[in-house]
């Protein structure tokens, strides 16, 4: 079992570009949520994917979106990168929309300059 | 809302000392509440979680936690410390109810000298 994988692992983007991230979930897994880590901070919840569609979302802007695949995997999709979008982007999946353990990836660093 | 508050941002042990890390919670509803480890540059690992059966839980890695109502607390412990304990830990809350989103803290970074 691969666990929940994430690509790419390290992304430079320059300000205003737009960036999309991947996410193939744990084997058996049906809900993906997305997570932003900035720098000394706990990951902030983003949005849930489940059935392909946004069930949850936190408090981000509309330039955060998403996107899930009726194999689970699901992109994470920022337009006009900002500086303060420099993070660390963490994907973990679930069953069921969280109602057993979430397992998380290793997540993307994104530093946007 | 839920929320979580962990105290310190760094906490500093001896290598065979108690490691105690802090976690208080804010919830209007039976929480759910759980432990993280992240080491650099990976992911988050879940260590262990509540979800109301019994109020001591057991870990991985010979941590545990004690779910305390009276003092909205859940602090991590493990009896002694390893050099490969040292990581950022991270506390997090979630209420259920068909929203299972976990509310994390700012991570406490546990340090261990030799």
């Known amino acids: 079992d691969a666990g929940v994988t994430q690509s790419p692992t390290h992304l430079i983007k320059t300000r205003g570009q737009q960036v999309t991230l991947r996410c193939s979930p744990k084997?058996?897994?049906?809900?993906v949520s997305w997570y932003q880590q900035a720098l000394g901070q706990g990951p902030q919840f983003i949005f849930q994917?489940?059935?392909?569609?946004?069930?949850q979302r936190g408090n981000f802007p509309d330039r955060f979106s998403g996107h899930q695949f009726p194999n689970y995997s699901s992109e994470l999709n920022v337009n006009a990168l900002l500086l303060g979008d420099s993070a660390l982007y963490l994907c973990?999946?679930?069953?069921?929309?969280?109602?057993?353990?979430?397992?998380f990836g290793q997540g993307t660093r994104l530093t946007v300059v | 809302a839920q929320s979580v508050t962990q105290l310190g941002s760094h906490v500093s042990v001896s290598e065979g000392a108690l490691v105690l890390l802090r976690c208080n919670y804010s919830s209007s509803v039976p929480p759910y509440l759980f432990w993280y480890v992240q080491y650099p540059n990976q992911g988050l690992q879940l260590l262990l979680k509540?979800?109301?059966?019994?109020?001591l839980v057991k870990g991985i890695n010979g941590f545990e936690a004690e779910f305390k109502k009276s003092e909205t607390s859940f602090h991590l412990t493990k009896p002694s410390a390893h050099m490969s304990d040292a990581a950022e830990y991270f506390c997090?809350?979630?209420?259920?109810?068909?929203?299972?989103?976990?509310?994390f803290g700012r991570g406490t970074s546990l340090i261990v000298h030799p």
């Open positions: 997090a809350v979630s209420v259920g109810g068909g929203s299972y989103i976990p509310t």
């Open positions: 994917y489940y059935e392909e569609e946004e069930r």
């Open positions: 084997s058996g897994h049906d809900t």
């Open positions: 973990a999946s679930s069953f069921l929309m969280g109602r057993g353990e979430a397992f």
């Open positions: 509540y979800t109301s059966a019994a109020t």
